[in-house]
C-alpha cells in the first residue's frame, strides 16, 4: 500500500498538479480571510470565522480536483490492470491512494497555521482567541477534506473520464455537505428537521467547530469515509472496466 501511496502522492509533485492545487487554495483562502470585503482585519474582534466558513466550499472544488485522477487515469491509460496483477490487493491499492490524496489536502492545511498565529498575535490582548473552537475546526477540516477524498476516489473509480470523475465528486460532496440540511428547513420535514439534518457532514463539521470533541461526530465521519472506500472496493471488484 505505501508503494502505492509513494507513487501515487509524488505524482502529484512530479507535475503541476500538486503545486496549483495548494497555490490556488491557499490564495483564494488569503483573499478571503484578509483581502475581500468583511475581512479578519475588518472584524473588529479576533476569529477565524471567515477561514473556517469558507474552507468547505473551498474543498468542495479543491479535493475533487485532486481525486478525479486517482483510478480514471489508471482507466484511461490502461495500466488499471497491470496494477491490478501486481502483488496486491484492492484495498490496498485503494487505501495508497486514497491516503495520498488526503496527504495533499492536509499539506494544503497546513500553510493556514500562519493565520491562526497572526490573529492570535492581533488580538486585544495577545491570545484574544477561541484555541478550543480552532482546533475542532481544523479538526473538522481535516475530517471533511477526508470524507471529500473518500467521494472523490468512488467517484473516480466509476469512470476512465477525469472531468466526469470531477463533476461527480462535486455534486456527491454538495449533496453531503448541504443536500440534507438544505431539505432539513423545508417545511414539509420540519417535524424531522434534525434527524434529517444529522445525516449531513456539515451538521458535524460545525459541531467540531464549537470546540467540544464528541466521539458522533468524529465516527460519523469515519462511517461515511468506509461506505465509499466500500463502495469504490466493489467497483473495483466488479473489474467492469468497459
Known sequence: MWAVFSKEFNGFFNSLVGYLVVAVFLTGLGLLVWI????????????????????????????????????????KAGTME???????????????KYLACVALVAMALLPTLVYYGSVYALGSPAGNLDSAGVA???????????????????????????IVAFILAVFLSFLFYAGFSSVAQLEAWSGYALAIAQWGMDYHYNSLGRGLIDSRDVLYFFSLIVLFLYGTWLVLRSRQWG
Open 82 to 96: 497491470l496494477l491490478l496483477t501486481r502483488p496486491l490487493t484492492d484495498l490496498q491499492i485503494i487505501g495508497g
Open 36 to 75: 475581500f470585503p468583511d475581512n479578519v482585519l475588518e472584524g473588529g474582534f479576533a476569529s477565524l470565522d471567515i477561514l473556517f466558513g469558507t474552507a468547505p466550499f473551498v474543498f468542495l472544488f479543491l479535493v475533487p480536483a485532486i481525486t478525479m485522477r486517482s483510478l480514471a487515469e489508471e482507466k
Open 136 to 162: 475542532g475546526s481544523y479538526l473538522g477540516l481535516v475530517l471533511l477534506g477526508a470524507g471529500f477524498a473518500a467521494i472523490g476516489v468512488f467517484a473516480s473509480s466509476l469512470t476512465e473520464s477525469q
